[in-house]
């Protein structure tokens, strides 16, 4: 026989609920992710100025600057050089030139190398810039604190460099009349596809473990004590151009600049979306360097090859907002940090410099969860 089924009574709202749903005022479930390759103005938002307006605010005259062209390469030194040397070609780079204290590493791209690394204590050397002309590191030599113009006789490529030392004491340095290299074999480009494109018929994917190959040097960044005076250094003595700040609310009301993503300005040509970047930090030190990897396959494939071999991951893998790469953070065997990036944005003097709000929020769109202390 059966039993009378016992109604429970409808929660508060529930009827409304209801009815909202079937008038389609609540939608029946999430609504799916999403991507697009959007426009550069259309992406950045409302809060942004030309560079000829940042320019004519804050002062700068670009036929007094030191013209750069692009980064060209690292500058570090460590103790163990062997030790250093094995974890860089996990890492995708290989050695083309060898002293008793100093190697030259190179990708597969168009510089003659893209690491340079010395015995000694840990330290940080600096990034190391292609100028326009001879004229342009004579230039570089007479800012305060700049060396002598160096020729580099044992370097691959030959040319002539200059350091200089910022206000907070970091070194850069700059370099002219290297010889240009061969480039190596591109890596093929996967096809793809998709619920109604389909190019890729009777071909599989197939990939070969090893290390994400270094195609170039991407960027280098800071954490400063004083950042408007060392954005001040940076972007009148060179032509780097912010692409991005980021600020925190300041005094009287207004928004406080705290962190300065900046791009060598090549007028109508294309280049990346940052060359160097700082972050305002209670400590004065180098974060990182970034280099360049194929594509998404490839880094996930590095990925795997520097946890195998044991290596500490640092962040990643993931995507981030502002320059859109695909992003994977590692400690070298000296203590310092390095990522690969690839499908990194490109922007030319018509993109606007964009403010938008700091923190953790405004540096990923997916991926692990941030460290906390990523940013210190």
Not at 17 to 45: F, H, L, Y
Not at 73 to 92: K, N, S, V
Request: aromatic fraction near 12%; glycine fraction near 10%; proline fraction near 7%.
């Amino acid at each position: 026989m059966a039993t009378e089924t016992q109604t429970e009574p409808a929660p508060p709202g529930f009827k409304q609920w209801k009815q909202d749903i079937t008038n389609g005022a609540i939608s029946r479930e999430p609504s799916p992710n999403r991507g697009a390759s959007v426009p550069d103005t259309k992406a950045i938002g409302d809060d942004r100025e030309s560079i000829t307006q940042w320019r004519q605010r804050n002062n700068i005259d670009p036929s007094k600057q030191v013209r750069l062209v692009k980064l060209a390469h690292m500058r570090y030194q460590h103790p163990d050089l062997a030790q250093i040397t094995t974890f860089l070609r996990d890492f995708g780079m290989h050695v083309v030139k060898r002293t008793e204290d100093k190697i030259w590493y190179r990708g597969y791209g168009p510089d003659q190398y893209v690491y340079y690394a010395q015995k000694g204590p840990k330290k940080f050397m600096g990034g190391t810039y292609e100028v326009e002309s001879y004229e342009d590191l004579e230039k570089a030599s007479k800012i305060e604190g700049a060396t002598q113009i160096e020729k580099l006789d044992d370097a691959p490529g030959g040319g002539y460099l200059v350091s200089v030392n910022d206000p907070e004491g970091f070194p850069v340095n700059f370099m002219f009349g290297q010889e240009p290299a061969e480039t190596g074999k591109l890596p093929e480009k996967l096809l793809y596809n998709f619920e109604e494109d389909k190019p890729r018929v009777r071909e599989f994917q197939r990939f070969q473990p090893g290390p994400a190959a270094v195609h170039k040097l991407g960027h280098y960044g800071l954490c400063v004590l004083n950042f408007d005076d060392q954005m001040k250094w940076y972007t009148q003595n060179f032509n780097l151009v912010p692409t991005d700040f980021l600020h925190v609310p300041g005094e009287g009301g207004k928004n406080k600049n705290v962190a300065l993503f900046a791009h060598i300005d090549r007028g109508q040509g294309y280049v990346d979306h940052h060359t160097f970047f700082m972050s305002t930090n209670p400590t004065s030190h180098v974060h990182h360097c970034s280099f360049e990897v194929h594509d998404f396959d490839t880094q996930q494939l590095g990925h795997a090859w520097l946890d195998k071999k044991g290596y500490t991951s640092v962040w990643g893998v993931g995507r981030h907002i502002l320059g859109s790469q695909l992003f994977d953070y590692w400690w070298d065997t000296t203590g310092n940090m390095v990522e690969h990036y690839a499908d990194g944005d490109q922007i030319n003097e018509d993109t606007p410099i964009s403010y938008g709000p700091a923190g953790h929020e405004s540096l990923a769109i997916w991926g692990p969860e941030v460290p906390k202390w990523f940013l210190d």
